[in-house]
């Protein structure tokens, strides 16, 4: 069974600041793994993911990821925050030819002025 | 534009009468699927639906149904809500199965159990 640990709960950050969103899996068979975003009385959508290829994936809104297998790490990055991208942020992680997202339990990112 | 609707938004019911919760999507997508997030924590998949084929979660309890009348419409059904049962309620299609397949969610329906 797969499961996502994400490791900041709440994460505080200033205008045109660069941010990172840690999360972290276990898994004991090949993986694909997910971001995805939920704006303030709006749905989950999702910023990007990786399923194979390039371990470093670009996503929406100037997001990015690095998939890294040793540290079983896919951390969320932006070099310059808006305060538009405040909101909570969930990583998800899948076995390979599963049917199943299991998620995380959210970072509320905040983005001041 | 393309999406997935939720109604209601917010839901209020008694202890142990029963409550559905509706989905609609105009995506014309194969799968729906119904999680449950209960506060600070994450979306838990309860079932999903591929076309009319059900599938439920090992863990998902019997108090909870869901019924596909069409390809639009997917609907949740708690039979005998209990206070745990207080969550928001999910709902999201993709165009396929496999997670490969990007999920489309709507804003949810928060329920609240007195």
């Known amino acids: 069974a797969q499961s996502v640990t994400q490791l900041d709960s709440q994460v505080p950050v200033f205008e045109e600041a660069p941010v990172e969103l840690r999360c972290n899996y276990s898994?004991?068979?090949?993986?694909?793994l997910f971001w995805y975003v939920q704006y303030p009385n709006q749905g989950l959508q999702l910023l990007l993911k990786?399923?194979?290829?390039?371990?470093l994936v670009k996503g929406i809104n100037g997001f990015e990821a690095e998939f890294n297998k040793s540290q079983t790490s896919f951390h969320l990055r932006k070099p310059s925050v808006h305060i538009s991208d405040t909101a909570e942020y969930f990583c998800?992680?899948?076995?390979?030819?599963?049917?199943?997202?299991?998620f995380g339990a959210g970072t509320i990112l905040r983005v001041k002025s | 534009d393309a999406m997935v609707i939720q109604n209601p938004r917010y839901q209020v019911t008694q202890f142990g009468k029963p409550v559905t919760l509706s989905c609609s999507q105009t995506l014309n997508h194969n799968v729906m699927y119904w999680y449950q997030q209960k506060s600070s924590q994450a979306p838990k998949l309860l079932f999903h639906y591929y076309d009319k084929d059900f599938n439920n979660e090992a863990d998902t309890p019997d108090n909870f149904q869901s019924r596909r009348p069409n390809t639009s419409f997917c609907f949740l059904d708690i039979r005998s809500p209990g206070l745990g049962d207080a969550a928001m309620y999910l709902c999201?299609?993709?165009?396929?199965?496999?997670?490969?397949?990007?999920?489309?969610f709507g804003p949810g329906t928060r329920l609240l159990v007195l």
């Open positions: 990786y399923l194979s290829g390039s371990t």
């Open positions: 998800a992680v899948s076995e390979i030819g599963g049917n199943k997202l299991v």
């Open positions: 898994s004991s068979v090949s993986v694909y």
């Open positions: 999201a299609t993709s165009r396929d199965p496999g997670v490969q397949e990007t999920q489309y």
